[in-house]
C-alpha cells in the first residue's frame, strides 16, 4: 500500500511537470512560422496545371493563392496585389522567394528564367514536382519510422502496469489466499 502511495505521487509530479512543459510547446508551436516546405509539392502541382492551361508564368503565378494551402496563402495573395498594381514579375519573385523561404528557390528560379527566356517550363516543372514529392514521401517514412520510438513510452507506463494489475495481480492475492489458508 505504501509502495502504491509513493508511485502515485512519482506520476502525479511527472503529470505536473509534463502538463508544464506540453503547455511551453504549445506556445512555442503556435509562435512557429508555418511548414511551407510540406506544401511545396501541392503548389507546383497547381501552378503545373495552370501552365498547362495556357497562363504564362506571371498569370499563372497571379492565380495561385485561389487553391493553395492556407499557410501559403498571405505571401501568394501579396504577389498577386503586386502583380495587379503593376510590379515587374522579377520584383514579384524576388519578394515571394523571401516570404517562402529556401524551399521555393528552384522554382522562383526556374519562373524567372521562363519569363526573361520565354522557354517552355512544364517538362522542368514536372521534374521539379516529381522530386519535391519523392523529398515529401522521404520525410513521411522517416516520421513513421520514429513513431515506435514515441509510443514506447505509454506502451511501457500504461498497458504494461495494467497488465499487471489485470492480471498478476488476482493470480497472487489468490495464491496467498490458498496458502494463508493452509497455513491455518
Known amino acids: 500500500m505504501i509502495s502504491l ?11 505536473f511537470r509534463g502538463r508544464k512543459k506540453l503547455t511551453a510547446k504549445l506556445t512555442a508551436k503556435l509562435a ?23 497562363h504564362g508564368p506571371a498569370t499563372a503565378v497571379a492565380q495561385l493563392h485561389y ?29 515571394l522567394r523571401i516570404d517562402l523561404g529556401t524551399g521555393v528557390y528552384p522554382l ?12 517552355p517550363i512544364t517538362s522542368v516543372l514536372d521534374q521539379l514536382a516529381y522530386h519535391a514529392h519523392l523529398e515529401r514521401q522521404r520525410m513521411q517514412d522517416v516520421a513513421a519510422r520514429q513513431l515506435p520510438v514515441k509510443l514506447l513510452f505509454p506502451l511501457t507506463c ?10 498478476m495481480v488476482p493470480l497472487l492475492v489468490n495464491s496467498l489466499t490458498v496458502v494463508s489458508g493452509q497455513l491455518f
Open 5 to 15: 502511495c509513493v508511485l502515485a505521487a512519482i506520476v502525479g509530479g511527472l503529470v
Open 32 to 54: 512557429r512560422k508555418p511548414n511551407i516546405s510540406a506544401h511545396i509539392p501541392e503548389l507546383l502541382d497547381i501552378l503545373l496545371v495552370l501552365i498547362r492551361a495556357g
Open 67 to 95: 487553391w493553395a494551402h492556407k499557410d501559403l496563402y498571405k505571401p501568394l495573395i501579396q504577389a498577386h496585389t503586386q502583380l495587379l498594381s503593376g510590379s515587374r514579375f522579377a520584383d514579384v519573385i524576388q519578394t
Open 108 to 119: 522562383c528560379d526556374i519562373l524567372l528564367s521562363a519569363d526573361r527566356d520565354g522557354l
Open 158 to 167: 500504461c498497458i504494461l502496469p495494467s497488465f499487471v494489475l489485470l492480471a
